[in-house]
């Protein structure tokens, strides 16, 4: 089972990606780990123990079950999903015999089976517990280029290459805030309001060349604003891979 985020040892990795990135550098980092995961699990992932005693506890989440499911390879998933789901009839059959075999009096689900057939599907602590494996990547590997990112930020060695890269989009913003230095922070927020006001430019020149009389003006950058408008708000999760 290699769930883990490698790959990222040192400055120089950090440095590549965030000046290569066309979107938010820890989007950008993600999506590439993630898309090597799907890669991974259907070469060799897919039938070892680990994974599917994984999957039994907690599942994909149905984002990841259907990028999951519309690989070529799909196929291969009948042999984890044989052992998930005769795991999942063996709960339902213990919650369903106890259920027929109490008193009528007793009404509400019997904790033990019932834990047992969505226990672990449902949070143990909400810091920690067992999710879809690939939300659970994709948490750790923004966090691992982001506290790499900031630590770059912090020392200075990145101020430079940040503030020439699209900058963090405002869920990675979000969270960088709470964990990095006020010096740090006037960078952040200082390249995210110039990114909105260029982007902001770009949707109103959208808009004016809309109208008839500007309409045989050349086209540039403001086709797209829309798109980056969204990236830098939502967050960018590449889904194909
Ligand atoms: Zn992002
Ligand atoms: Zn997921």
Redesign the pocket.
């Known amino acids: 089972m290699h769930w883990g985020v490698k790959g990222l040892g040192n400055i120089e990795e950090i440095k590549a990606y965030l000046s290569e990135a066309p979107y938010?550098p820890?989007?950008y980092y993600t999506n590439i780990i993630m898309d090597k995961q799907y890669r991974w699990l259907f070469r060799q992932n897919y039938h070892s123990e680990p994974f599917i005693n994984q999957l039994s506890e907690g599942g994909f989440c149905s984002v990841h079950s259907w990028q999951v499911g519309k690989s070529p390879q799909a196929y291969d998933m009948t042999y984890p999903y044989s052992t998930v789901l005769n795991n999942y009839a063996y709960q339902i059959y213990g919650l369903l015999n106890e259920i027929k075999r109490r008193t009528k009096k007793k009404t509400g689900l019997l904790s033990y089976f019932y834990s047992r057939l969505f226990g672990n599907r449902q949070p143990k602590d909400k810091s920690n517990f067992l999710q879809c494996p690939f939300c659970d990547l994709q948490k750790r590997s923004d966090l691992y280029y982001l506290t790499r990112l900031l630590r770059g930020l912090d020392s200075g060695k990145l101020i430079k290459l940040y503030n020439n890269s699209p900058g963090?989009?405002r869920?990675?913003l979000y969270q960088a805030l709470k964990k990095c230095s006020d010096k740090t922070r006037v960078i952040l927020l200082g390249k995210a309001l110039e990114t909105v006001e260029e982007v902001l430019k770009d949707l109103e020149e959208y808009k004016r060349k809309r109208d008839y009389r500007y309409k045989d003006e050349p086209k540039g950058s403001e086709q797209t604003a829309w798109q980056t408008a969204m990236q830098m708000y939502d967050?960018?999760r590449k889904y194909d891979s």
């Open positions: 938010c820890v989007c963090l989009c869920i990675h967050g960018y």
